[in-house]
């Protein structure tokens, strides 16, 4: 996984189910990417890739 904030969000969430969301796939222009609430104030936008991993 990469991590292009710097931040180590990426490898915090190298799992979909962390988090206290849960994932939702994003809609209108956005396919393929999804949604998930990591805390109260903030929410992870990303992409899977099957290739990937």
Not at 16 to 27: M, R, T, V
Not at 44 to 53: I, M
């Amino acid at each position: 996984m990469i991590d292009a904030t710097g931040d180590g969000t990426a490898d915090d969430f190298d799992s979909w189910q962390a988090g206290i969301g849960k994932p939702e796939p994003l809609k209108g222009e956005l396919p393929g990417y999804w949604s998930q609430r990591t805390d109260d104030e903030h929410r992870l936008v990303y992409r899977a890739d099957a290739a990937a991993g």
